[in-house]
Every structure is written in C-alpha cells, then in structure tokens.
C-alpha cells in the first residue's frame, strides 16, 4: 500500500491510477464487470478519452479487489496488454507478445507457466494449460484497443481466433475503447461471416464521477497532501461542549475549555484552515464536472498552490488555482454518468 507524507503531492494528472488507495468512484462498474468476466463473458469499457479506463482496468485486476468480489487472485489471472505496443509490433509477433505477457504473470504463481508462444496453436495450449493447472478465469485486458485501427485493416482470421479463445477456454477479455467495439470493427475491420467479434462482448460505458465520489476523491487526496487534518483527540468536544453542572467549581469547568482552546490554537497555528479546503474541495467538484482527468488536474495544482503559498494560505490559494484554470487542458468533453 502506497502512504503519502505532508509536503507531497497524491494526485495523479499525468499517469494511471496503479493503487486501490487512490481509486474513487466506479463501485456499480467494477461489480458489474467482475461479475460477467467471473461467468466467462467478455466485456467491453467504452468511454471518452482521460476518462479513466486504464486505471479502472488496473484496479479490477488487484488482488485485493477481486478478492472482495469472489474471485481468488491466486486461481485466476489477469494479463494486461496495452494495444499501443502491439500497434508498434510486426503483426506475426503479436500472439508472441500476448504469450509473453501471460508468462510474466503466471511465473509470479509457484509451479505455474504457459511455455514458449509463437503462435495462436501455442496461445491455446497455454491456456488449456493454464486452465488445468487452477488458473480460472484466464482474463486477457485489452487497453486502448482503438489503436489497433489503422490503413492497414485486421486479418478477419485475428478475430476468429481471438473469439475461439472465449468459447473453447475458461477465458475472457477485458477491452477499453474510446469507441464500442461494433463501430470499431464495421469501420475499420474487415470482419466478415454471421458472428462479429464484438458480439461476444458486454459493453460497460464509462461516465464521469458523481458529487459524492469527487468530494470522497479531494478530501482522501488533500488528506494525504497535508492540507487536512484530523482533530486532536478530545480538543473538538472540549472546545464545543459546554461546561454541565457537578462538583468541579466553575473556574475549574472555564479553565478546561480554555486549555481546549489554547490546544486547538497550538495545533492549528501552522495549518491551513479546514474552511479553505472545503472552498477548494467544492470549486473542484463544479469546475471538474465529474471528469476524473480534471479533477486530478485541478487537484494536483491546488496542491502544488497551497504548498507554495502556506503562509498565506487562506487568501492566495482559490485566486491562484482560478488563475492557473486559464490554461485548463483540452480533454474530450465526458459523457453524462450513466450514458
């Protein structure tokens, strides 16, 4: 698990989201994709760019997530292939690649391994040997799989043996796409007969975040960052609580809420206020709208302002970060949650 010290900044605008930790949001997803690909059915991520499908396909695969949703880590695998390298790949080496992938993940099993692969027939007997030795389901994730588009269309006998892997295996994939799989394959490949590849996939659409997980996302994140802190233990109701009756006198009862105060002032002194963050916290959420990429964008430079700017936290950091929006990145505008 991945910690964060004061003075450094959690938040990830530039790469995918790789620890559970710092995952937010996407629960109704997760299930439902853990659940088809636990049956043995494919299915399909399709969403608008930087709206987070790397990392969610990162975080289904975690050990510790799919343990939460009934699958052993240790009796299934899940191999990542990023579509960006085969692209780059002579397309005789592709399941060459793929095999090499599976055998990075099964070799980290004791006594498990798929041997050499050079092509689909070796692909086959890896995972029937996979199948046999307990590794149920074999999950082949499929990121950015729009890339594999191009001038120069798939062989129709690529798809044909990538769906007999499905039907003739306890194998499913996983594919994330910036458009369904169907109009990705009428468009570009040149798939023919009565059954499509992209049949053989349940599409997920993959919108933007709600209030609740953005605000559970910032606060987690500025938590880390140092910008929120916890109460000291006891000092809140000391400072809130007013004095009741008893036998202590009442100078005794005032002289406690005053050192409650007095320890509540001490331990704020050099903090920011909790009434800025949640400024802050509520400008994200608004300007973001819910896209993940924007609000670790917009995260990362409130972070980066605040850390600047401690003196003068209060008043320097909301105008900074309003100013810095001026340069706020293009991404695709995201699909409203649900679509």
């Given at each position: 698990?991945?910690?964060?010290?004061?003075?450094?900044?959690?938040?990830?605008?530039?790469?995918?989201?790789?620890?559970?930790e710092f995952f937010f949001?996407?629960?109704?997803?997760?299930?439902?994709?853990?659940?088809?690909?636990?049956?043995?059915?494919?299915?399909?991520v399709v969403g608008p760019g930087k709206i987070g499908k790397t990392s969610l396909l990162?975080?289904?695969?975690?050990?510790?997530?799919?343990?939460?949703?009934?699958?052993?880590?240790?009796?299934?695998?899940?191999?990542?292939?990023?579509?960006?390298?085969?692209?780059?790949?002579?397309?005789?080496?592709?399941?060459?690649?793929?095999?090499?992938?599976?055998?990075?993940?099964?070799?980290?099993?004791?006594?498990?391994?798929?041997?050499?692969?050079?092509?689909?027939?070796?692909?086959e007997g890896a995972c029937e040997r996979l199948n046999q030795s307990?590794?149920?389901?074999?999950?082949?994730m499929l990121d950015a799989f729009d890339l594999l588009t191009g001038a120069d269309p798939l062989d129709p006998d690529f798809f044909t043996?990538?769906?007999?892997?499905?039907?003739?295996?306890?194998?499913?994939?996983?594919?994330?796409?910036?458009?369904?799989?169907?109009?990705?394959?009428?468009?570009?490949?040149r798939v023919t007969g009565s059954s499509p590849f992209s049949n053989i996939f349940h599409p997920v659409r993959l919108g933007t975040l709600n209030q609740d997980e953005s605000r559970a996302l910032l606060t987690h994140y500025f938590t880390l960052a140092g910008l929120i802190f916890p109460n000291p233990v006891g000092q809140q109701e000391a400072v809130l609580r007013l004095p009741q009756p008893g036998r202590r006198t009442i100078a005794v009862r005032f002289r406690s809420v005053l050192d409650g105060i007095r320890a509540r002032y001490k331990y704020y002194r050099d903090r920011p206020s909790?009434?800025?963050?949640?400024?802050?916290?509520?400008?994200?959420?608004?300007?973001?709208?819910?896209?993940?990429?924007?609000?670790?964008?917009?995260?990362?430079?409130?972070?980066?302002?605040?850390?600047?700017?401690?003196?003068?936290?209060?008043?320097?950091c909301q105008e900074r970060l309003l100013k810095r929006l001026d340069s706020l990145p293009d991404v695709q505008m995201p699909m409203a949650r649900g679509e």
């Open positions: 698990m991945m910690t964060r010290t004061p003075g450094t900044n959690p938040f990830h605008p530039k790469e995918p989201i790789r620890d559970p949001g996407r629960q109704n997803e997760v299930r439902e994709i853990l659940g088809f690909l636990r049956s043995g059915q494919c299915v399909s990162r975080y289904v695969s975690h050990p510790a997530v799919l343990g939460e949703h009934g699958l052993m880590a240790s009796e299934c695998l899940f191999v990542y292939i990023d579509c960006r390298d085969l692209a780059g790949i002579a397309r005789g080496r592709w399941f060459n690649y793929i095999g090499t992938q599976m055998e990075k993940q099964a070799t980290q099993r004791p006594g498990k391994t798929i041997g050499h692969v050079e092509s689909f027939a070796d692909l307990g590794m149920k389901p074999v999950v082949v043996n990538l769906r007999s892997l499905n039907t003739s295996f306890e194998s499913a994939f996983l594919a994330a796409s910036e458009e369904p799989l169907n109009d990705l394959e009428q468009r570009y490949f909790i009434n800025a963050v949640h400024s802050l916290v509520d400008l994200i959420v608004e300007r973001a709208a819910g896209h993940p990429y924007l609000v670790q964008w917009m995260g990362w430079h409130a972070v980066d302002i605040c850390h600047k700017n401690s003196d003068k936290w209060n008043n320097v």
